[in-house]
């Protein structure tokens, strides 16, 4: 059993929280949130402990890891301390905005040797994760083309797009990691992007659509399309194509009946509302491995290498989007 404390318990940090409780070999000790309400709403929903403060959290000799789910410019603050204080660490994504602090924040951690895996759960989003081994396994021969379509319902509030990072940093970040998950390492990147959903994202120094293409090391080509507006929702499909075929992800569906009326054929449900509903099984699977991996005492990937690598990409693709020019990651 792995006793858990959750530290943030806004939107995803609750729904962490409530997978962990049910875990079967995870327990949930503790929570805190600098807001005592939101840690309070938590702690009385699973009946665990409200803590006082992060060092309340850590100074707990019973806690062996804590789930990072508070806002990325608090993650590197409390990775440091956790790791100081030997715990293990499951962090939301980002590590940070900024490259240049989440490097120096794993030379700080280096002498403590911690466990510290990342949170891009789309890597045990199971279809995800099928298309990649069936690829693995040979199904459609040599890899050529990946093509990863990623939107949006809709934009997040302004203020949060002023703190965000950007959209490479905030959202494609995602599907930078499921392009080395499925490509393997990347080389080459050149990025477009506009405000084109709404023109005030462009007044705070935003994009909301994107389009980059990537090269990965074995020759791939990749092409991400982002926009963080989609009339229909959230839009979250993926095609891998090789040799003798392609390999397909579809948008999931809360049924999958479809109607044929004279009005419209193959009409189905809306796609699942957002990433909480979509990813609701890669989110219980990514705790499931983090579980294992400590158990096993094994490096859960994806580790802090691959949120460095995943940042990298992101900052080649703003120095590409504004510059104009093809940015290379293996010079
Ligand atoms: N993997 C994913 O799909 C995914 C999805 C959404 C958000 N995220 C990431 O999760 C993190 C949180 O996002 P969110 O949408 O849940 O934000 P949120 O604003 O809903 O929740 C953050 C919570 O952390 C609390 N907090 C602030 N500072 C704190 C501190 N020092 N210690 C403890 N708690 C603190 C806030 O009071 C708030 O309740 C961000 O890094 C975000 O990028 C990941």
Known sequence: ??????????????????????????????????????????????????????????DDPRIDAVLIASPTDTHVDLIVASARAGKAVLCEKPIDLDLA?????????????????????????????????????????????LIITSRD??????????????????????????????????VAVSAFGDALVDPAIGGAGDIDS???????????????????????????????????????????????VESWTGGATEAADPALHFFIERYADAYAAEISHFVACLRDGVAPRPGFEDGLAALRIADAALESLQSGRVVRLDG
Do not use: W
């Open 1 to 58: 059993m792995v006793n858990f404390a959750v530290l943030g318990c806004g939107r995803i940090g609750r729904m962490h929280a409530a997978n962990l409780a049910r875990h079967p070999d995870a327990s949930l000790l503790a929570v805190y949130d600098v807001v005592a309400d939101a840690s309070a709403a938590v702690a009385q929903k699973h009946d665990v402990r409200q803590a006082r403060s992060v060092a309340d959290v850590l």
């Open 210 to 256: 994107a389009m980059v293409t990537l090269r990965s090391a074995s020759g791939m080509l990749i092409h991400i399309n982002n926009a963080r507006r989609s009339a229909y929702g959230y839009d979250q499909r993926m095609e891998l194509f090789g040799e003798r075929g392609m390999l397909r992800v579809g948008n999931h569906r809360a049924t999958s």
């Open 153 to 186: 319902p809709a934009p997040p509030p302004l203020g949060y797009i002023a703190v965000s990072g950007g959209l490479f940093r905030d959202m494609t970040i995602h599907d930078f990691d499921i392009a080395r998950f499925v490509a393997g390492e990347i």
């Open 101 to 145: 602090r989440a490097e120096r924040c794993r030379d700080e951690i280096a002498s403590f040797a911690p466990t510290v895996m990342i949170g891009f759960q789309r890597r045990f989003d199971p279809s995800i994760a099928a298309l990649r081994r069936r690829a693995r396994e040979g199904e459609i021969g040599r890899l050529e083309q």
